[in-house]
């Protein structure tokens, strides 16, 4: 399987020297979220083209790693509409140019009623936010069709998508072929439930299937009553279930360390492909 790294996490450089921080520590791929990775980008619309997205695609591409997926994340139920709209604007650009970054996805999350935090609020579990956030992905994906990019989805337990069968619809009702989604464990838990982290994962397979094409890897501890992420490996999430079953299941997603500290990568990267070779 390959595994990338979310490349901000290294810090915000030129995309040369981002992908040769990728390459040392032997990822194969990275998420890139242009605005936090690369210096001088803002990430707004129109600041965008061919030639960009060719001369970024050829630097990773001359260390040998791969733009997995573009993060354009954005809260579509924001209460601030003009910053909606600049961010679908922002999304449809990345859509458009994703081919040019030989990428294969442009991923979000589903946002939450409390603006910039992304935290459970209320109204998140509402049908009017259900419907909210499906008008706003229903038009990018009919945008993704028309330019022949594909989006991938992902699910939060403070978010409007709470839970993977609420995702499940949303992407059911949406879906023409260019949705897809991604898996991330932690961001489903929360203090409340993360004892039964593996019977929410099994929700999750058995939901999404053969469309899960990404899976977000973090680990964590309960500390002061409260979920912390830590290096993969060092915390309470049994990677050696978690891995198997991925391969059982979806054997060609790919895996994106997201969160890690650069000290920690190396170590936990190690960890990762020794449990992935378990029983081979």
Known sequence: MKIGVRVHDFGKSDSKTLAQQAKAIGFDGVQLVLNKAITGETGLPGTLNMEKA???QQDFYEEGIEIFMLGAYFNPVHSNKDLVDTNIRKFKEHLL????????????????????????????????????????????????????????????????????????RLVDEIDNGHVYYIVDIYNYLSISNYQSYKDIFEECLALFADKIVIFHLKDFIVTDGALKQCAIGKGILDYSYLLKRIKETNPNAYLIFEGSKPEDMQESLSFVKEVLNEGE
């Open 54 to 56: 060719k001369s970024i």
């Open 97 to 168: 140019y994703l081919n040019a970054f030989h990428g294969h996805f442009v991923g979000s999350e589903t946002g939450s009623y409390n603006d910039d935090k992304w935290t459970y609020h209320p109204l998140n579990r509402t049908e009017e936010a259900y419907n909210e956030v499906k008008r706003i992905f229903s038009n990018l994906a009919d945008y993704a069709k028309e330019v022949n990019a594909n989006l991938a989805l992902e699910g939060a337990f403070g978010h409007c998508m709470y839970e993977p069968k609420v995702l499940k």
